[in-house]
């Protein structure tokens, strides 16, 4: 992929304007599935998502990314997207003003229904495996991506923004979380995976975690694979797999744990 322009940084944005896509080489099929990422480093997109499955599956269409650069809708002499927090304090705020123009920018024609609309934040509500096939049955998400201190309270209140955490931990940046979250969204689309893996037994799709692999060779530093995997017996596999699955669950895991049992129960 050629490295992105950096001219946008200097683009103004009128209303008449399009801001141009930063990913012009890749195919844009209509009713794929797609994420427009609001952040001020476009640049730092398709990073991890451009390799691999969902390198593959972007130059074939069969997902799309549209990066958008938040400073695009910064006015003024300085463009400022940032400035110092009400009240005082370290570090500097994205200002509303600009952040909401982006967000009306990305979200124009879209229906929240099928179209979430992110802000990725370690305030927001843990992600999910439950999250990611909800967000690949819409027909595209908004992701925003924040920076420094974080967004303007306002804007996230005004627009109605879903906050999406990746975990207990603070990152410099939104960029790392949204590209998790659209990863982990884009392998279950249709045909993304291909044949290469099976979405339906990993680990959370059926509420445990999934069990051990292994492969060639039979013997490595005096460890064999367990017998019953190379009995040929299918019943006996998938047996062994499930006591695997539940047993990894249960020492690892006590709260996915207590959830699963709960199910269960709930089916009989
Ligand atoms: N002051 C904020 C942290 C800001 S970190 C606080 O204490 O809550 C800067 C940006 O990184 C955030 O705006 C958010 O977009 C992103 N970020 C940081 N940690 C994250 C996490 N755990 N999950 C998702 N996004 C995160």
Same mark, same amino acid.
């Given at each position: 992929?050629?490295?992105?322009?950096?001219?946008?940084?200097?683009?103004?944005?009128? *209303?008449?304007?399009?801001?141009?896509?930063?990913?012009?080489?890749?195919?844009? =099929?209509?009713?794929?599935?797609?994420?427009?990422?609001?952040?001020?480093?476009?640049?730092?997109?398709?990073?991890?998502?451009?390799?691999? =499955?969902?390198?593959?599956?972007?130059?074939?269409?069969?997902? *799309?990314?549209?990066?958008?650069?938040?400073?695009?809708?910064?006015?003024?002499?300085?463009?400022?997207?940032?400035?110092?927090? *009400?009240?005082?304090?370290?570090?500097?705020?994205?200002?509303?003003?600009?952040?909401?123009?982006?967000?009306?920018?990305?979200?124009?024609?879209?229906?929240?229904?099928?179209?979430? =609309?992110?802000?990725?934040?370690?305030?927001?509500?843990?992600?999910?495996?439950?999250?990611?096939?909800?967000?690949?049955?819409?027909?595209?998400?908004?992701?925003?991506?924040?920076?420094?201190?974080?967004?303007?309270?306002?804007?996230?209140? *005004?627009?109605?923004?879903?906050?999406?955490?990746?975990?207990?931990?603070?990152?410099?940046?939104?960029?790392?979380?949204?590209?998790?979250?659209?990863?982990?969204?884009?392998?279950?689309?249709?045909?993304?995976?291909?044949?290469?893996?099976?979405?339906?037994?990993?680990?959370?799709?059926?509420?445990?975690?999934?069990?051990?692999?292994?492969?060639?060779?039979?013997?490595?530093?005096?460890?064999?694979?367990?017998?019953?995997?190379?009995?040929?017996?299918?019943?006996?596999?998938?047996?062994?797999?499930?006591?695997?699955?539940?047993?990894?669950?249960?020492?690892?895991?006590?709260?996915?744990?207590?959830?699963?049992?709960?199910?269960?129960?709930?089916?009989?």
């Amino acid at each position: 992929m050629p490295s992105p322009s950096k001219s946008h940084g200097r683009l103004s944005i009128e *209303a008449s304007r399009t801001p141009r896509t930063l990913m012009p080489d890749t195919p844009e =099929l209509a009713g794929a599935w797609k994420a427009k990422v609001l952040t001020l480093y476009p640049e730092m997109f398709p990073g991890v998502l451009g390799h691999s =499955l969902t390198g593959r599956a972007l130059q074939e269409g069969l997902w *799309a990314l549209e990066p958008i650069d938040i400073r695009m809708f910064a006015r003024g002499k300085h463009r400022n997207v940032d400035d110092t927090p *009400a009240g005082g304090g370290a570090g500097m705020v994205l200002r509303a003003d600009v952040v909401g123009r982006a967000i009306d920018f990305a979200d124009k024609g879209h229906d929240r229904a099928d179209w979430p =609309l992110v802000y990725l934040s370690p305030r927001g509500v843990p992600f999910t495996q439950a999250m990611a096939q909800r967000f690949s049955k819409a027909r595209g998400i908004t992701l925003l991506c924040g920076r420094f201190e974080g967004v303007d309270e306002r804007v996230l209140e *005004a627009r109605q923004v879903e906050e999406v955490s990746l975990g207990d931990f603070v990152l410099t940046g939104g960029e790392i979380a949204a590209q998790a979250v659209i990863d982990a969204t884009a392998r279950l689309l249709p045909k993304v995976l291909g044949n290469a893996e099976s979405t339906e037994e990993e680990s959370f799709s059926n509420g445990l975690l999934e069990h051990p692999h292994y492969t060639r060779p039979a013997e490595w530093e005096g460890r064999t694979i367990p017998e019953v995997l190379t009995s040929g017996h299918h019943g006996k596999v998938a047996a062994w797999r499930q006591a695997q699955s539940e047993a990894m669950t249960k020492a690892r895991r006590p709260d996915l744990w207590a959830a699963y049992q709960k199910a269960e129960e709930g089916k009989r």
